[in-house]
């Protein structure tokens, strides 16, 4: 399969800041990337979905002005979590696909731990 | 409201038998379904993919659809300590240019005791 980077794998930052996550598409090009969150022992949620060079488009619920994405290219799509607080602290997995019914491939993970 | 429903479990089998999961869907517009695999700590792994009415096998893996009563499945044979991990069912809606758009269920934890 594809294979989609995520970096970085692991972060700890202070509460207030901002954290800015990669996902790179290595080997393909990724039309479309999709950000998900996963608390403990829940599921993956979704976040938004980031097509190059439109703007992302955001689930319910969650705030496109904390959660800043950007896909400026086909192979590259970040993710800013701005402001940081504690209670977004989680697993965050990007997805990339190639479009036309394809399926998406997983990037590692980051997990985010915000103190 | 897409939903993507899955037997709360936890599942507990002994190691060689067959595990079977479940997962039912809301969305009559969808077309393909996945199952992964995560390990605690993990990203999702991809184990199977099925966009057809009937079953598809993968060595110990088999998934079953079916569409009309909105139903997924997978059986895992000859169950090892290995397969222990959550599994999570999804379904995607395909058009548009949401393609390779999850809605994942709750996920099943699976135990393989020796």
């Known amino acids: 399969g594809a294979v989609v980077s995520q970096h970085p794998s692991r972060v700890i930052c202070k509460s207030g800041t901002s954290v800015k996550i990669e996902c790179r598409s290595l080997?393909?090009?990724?039309?479309?990337m999709f950000w998900y969150r996963q608390f403990p022992k829940q599921s993956l949620m979704l976040m938004a979905t980031?097509?190059?060079?439109?703007?992302?488009?955001?689930e319910q619920g969650v705030e496109k002005d904390k959660f800043l994405i950007n896909h400026a290219s086909l192979t590259l799509s970040t993710l800013t979590v701005t402001s940081a607080h504690p209670e977004d602290s989680s697993f965050y997995i990007c997805s990339a696909s190639q479009g036309g019914g394809t399926e998406a491939f997983f990037g590692q993970g980051t997990r985010l731990t915000v103190v | 409201q897409k939903e993507v429903e899955q037997n709360s479990g936890p599942l507990s089998v002994p190691e060689g038998a067959i595990a079977s999961l479940n997962c039912t869907y809301s969305d009559r517009g969808s077309q393909s379904f996945f199952w992964y695999r995560q390990y605690s700590g993990k990203s999702p792994e991809l184990i199977m993919s099925?966009?057809?009415?009937g079953d598809k096998e993968d060595g110990r893996f088999t998934a079953q659809l079916n569409k009309a009563s909105q139903y997924v499945s997978l059986l895992i044979r000859d169950s090892q300590p290995s397969d222990s991990a959550t599994y999570l069912c999804a379904g995607e809606t395909a058009g548009g240019t949401s393609y390779g758009k999850l809605t994942f269920g709750q996920g099943t934890i699976l135990t393989v005791h020796p």
């Open positions: 980031s097509n190059e060079g439109s703007k992302a488009t955001y």
């Open positions: 080997d393909f090009q990724a039309t479309t």
């Open positions: 099925i966009y057809s009415n």
